[in-house]
Nanobody, 124 residues
Framework: QVQLVESGGGLVQAGGSLRLSCATS????????MGWFRQAPGKEREFVAA????????YYADSVKGRFTISRDNAKSTVYLQMNSLKPEDTAVYYC?????????????????WGQGTQVTVSS
């Protein structure tokens, strides 16, 4: 069992930056590929970014490519999402998730564990 706890959300003006963190429990963090998803009110949960077990491979949704960066620190059992040049349409609850998969995944059902989410609000 893995527990995920997100932090770092908040209110920011358009063009600003935020850094989300997701701390995990257990000693097997490096056994999971990790992902970030988001869900805006009235919308389905959507993929944002994913990172491989070692951190050597990352993948992004087109909507955030070039603005967001996912990274991980296996020694600290933590995954990060650096968000720059934020836009109002980035407003959502952001979730981190862990998957047993060897490769990165982009669909919510492909992930085994989820955090409780952290709110990100970008004002125009």
């Amino acid at each position: 069992q893995v527990q995920l706890v997100e932090s770092g959300g908040g209110l920011v003006q358009a063009g600003g930056s935020l850094r989300l963190s997701c701390a995990t429990s257990g000693r097997t963090f490096s056994s999971y590929a990790m992902g970030w998803f988001r869900q805006a009110p009235g919308k389905e949960r959507e993929f944002v970014a994913a990172i491989s077990r070692s951190g050597g491979y990352t993948y992004y949704a087109d909507s955030v490519k070039g603005r967001f960066t996912i990274s991980r620190d296996n020694a600290k059992s933590t995954v990060y999402l650096q968000m720059n040049s934020l836009k109002p349409e980035d407003t959502a609850v952001y979730y981190c998730a862990a998957t047993y998969s060897v490769v990165v995944r982009t669909k919510p059902y492909e992930y085994n564990y989820w955090g409780q989410g952290t709110q990100v609000t970008v004002s125009s």
